[in-house]
């Protein structure tokens, strides 16, 4: 910007938008001047350099209003995690299955963890078949990401919305 600039020749292209060419840095820091606004480097990588004359503190508070706009806009996603056991009653599945709705429904991801504790270990069979149940009831809502993985005394099934 302005006097930092170190080459001997840029292209200009002045306050209107309008390319005047490639001059010297010393007519180009002038005009600059001459129109009361900044010098800014554009593109460095090309011979000779883009300059443009603007004024640079508008420029870089326009820049962040923009980037205030973007972030506004952004959805950032969550992961939800409801615990079930593989001996849940019908009320309580009822209950985790509205939760894990409302979180696919606002885009969430959801993950589903099963836990056996003692003797439920030798029966996973029916915590994978609570598994298939939720995969079943969630079908139009949600899909699952993969089978469910086992990891130590738990069962993991992640769930993205549709």
Known sequence: ???RIRVPQVR???AAGKQRGVVTIEEATSI????QLDLVEVAANVKPPVCKVMDYSRYKYE???RDREAKKKQHVVHVKEIKISSKIAEHDYQTK???LRRFLERKDRAKVTMYFRGR???HQDLGRKILERLIKDLE???EPEGYAKKEGKLLILH???R
């Open 32 to 35: 600059a001047r001459e129109a």
């Open 97 to 99: 299955l509205n939760h």
């Open 140 to 142: 139009g809502i949600a």
């Open 63 to 65: 820049q962040e209003k």
């Open 159 to 161: 769930f993205k919305p």
């Open 120 to 122: 439920e270990m030798a």
């Open 12 to 14: 200009l292209i002045d």
């Open 1 to 3: 910007m302005n006097n």
